[in-house]
């Protein structure tokens, strides 16, 4: 089956023009500076998955975003959503949108500003009137559904932004940091929301920097450095399932039991009443266990802790760094772009 996005070599580079006055000699100074935000983007988006694009800030998210919503032009490179081109108005009508800063007419209410978009989509009264409650509803903004939006915090205004995406029932819906301005609980409802489009048989396509909350509901992630993508696949396959380290926390123990763990670990943190010594064999912290149990301390926990996504992204990106730092292939190619 033929992804649902397809993207090819996708670059794009920002051309931007100075104008400065030398003073004194009213001389008139012009500099061309290229800013390359993407880079030779490959990705594929299978139907019904729900794909990250994961990276740090500046990294292309939003580039590559505003590039498939035909809000950017591509300098170089193709794209396809549902086997079409860019811009094909049929895609259009079936697909949702949130931008990472959206803007919003502050003087509507939330009925109004949702009705208005229904307009937009060319959807009638009665749809309207029955689709607006129940999108509402779902990002828990029933009760503010009468206030203008000039009242509405960050928080909900970016959840205005999500029931906007979806007014149209679209079969891909694009995020740009969907969490953003929200708190954990508003985190968790976006999380389970995009969790039920994938049920329901959508598409989702985000971008995000929170990782722990990508790693809950991601099918596959891709992660851009500076326009590059450095890493793309499964997390069950990205994530290395060894065992990273074996972390032991305990309390009620004597001086002793505490200065063993404590030269044997490969760190130790005390945490107010509780003890946590960390070891990177498995045999260690078993034993370990074992002195604590045995000498009448209290065992709270033994964890066998394998890597996380923060922890494989961080060493990813600082990987990249580190050969950027030795003159590595990024530097070579961002000349080549300025050329």
Do not use: W
């Amino acid at each position: 089956m033929a992804p649902i996005i397809q993207i090819r070599g996708l670059t794009k580079v920002y051309v931007q023009d100075f104008v400065g006055v030398e003073h004194g000699r009213l001389k008139i100074r012009f500099k061309d500076r290229r800013r390359v935000a993407l880079e030779n983007l490959d990705l594929d988006v299978s139907e019904g998955e729900i794909f990250g694009l994961l990276g740090p800030n500046g990294a292309g998210k939003t580039t590559t975003l505003k590039i498939l919503m035909g809000l950017h032009f591509a300098t170089r490179g193709t794209a396809t959503i549902m086997g079409k081109p860019l811009g094909d108005l049929a895609v259009k009508e079936r697909i949702g949108f949130l931008p990472e800063n959206p803007y919003f007419y502050d003087y509507l209410t939330g009925i109004e500003f949702l009705d208005y978009y229904g307009q937009l989509y060319g959807m009638d009264k009665a749809k309207r009137r029955k689709r607006i409650p129940e999108l509402l509803d779902k990002v828990g903004l029933t009760h503010a559904g009468e206030l203008p939006l000039r009242g509405y915090s960050k928080g909900m205004l970016q959840r205005a932004g999500l029931a906007q995406s979806l007014l149209n029932d679209p079969q891909i819906v694009f995020l740009d940091e969907p969490q953003s301005g929200l708190d954990p609980f508003g985190r968790k409802e976006v999380r389970d929301l995009i969790l039920s489009l994938r049920d329901a048989g959508k598409t989702v396509f985000f971008s995000s920097h929170i990782l722990q909350d990508a790693e809950v509901i991601c099918d596959r992630v891709a992660i851009l450095h500076k326009g590059e993508r450095i890493a793309l696949g499964p997390l069950s396959e990205m994530l290395s399932a060894k065992v990273k380290e074996y972390e032991v926390t305990f309390s009620n123990a004597g001086d002793a039991l505490q200065n063993k763990a404590k030269q044997s670990a490969r760190r130790y943190v005390v945490q107010r009443n509780e003890y946590l010594a960390v070891f990177d064999k498995e045999d260690a912290a078993r034993g370990l266990a074992s002195e604590i149990l045995a000498g009448g301390a209290t065992l709270n926990s033994f964890v066998a802790r394998k890597e996380t996504l923060e922890e494989y992204f961080i060493r990813e990106i600082e990987g990249k760094r580190r050969q950027e730092r030795e003159g590595g292939s990024t530097a070579n190619s961002r000349e080549e772009a300025r050329k």
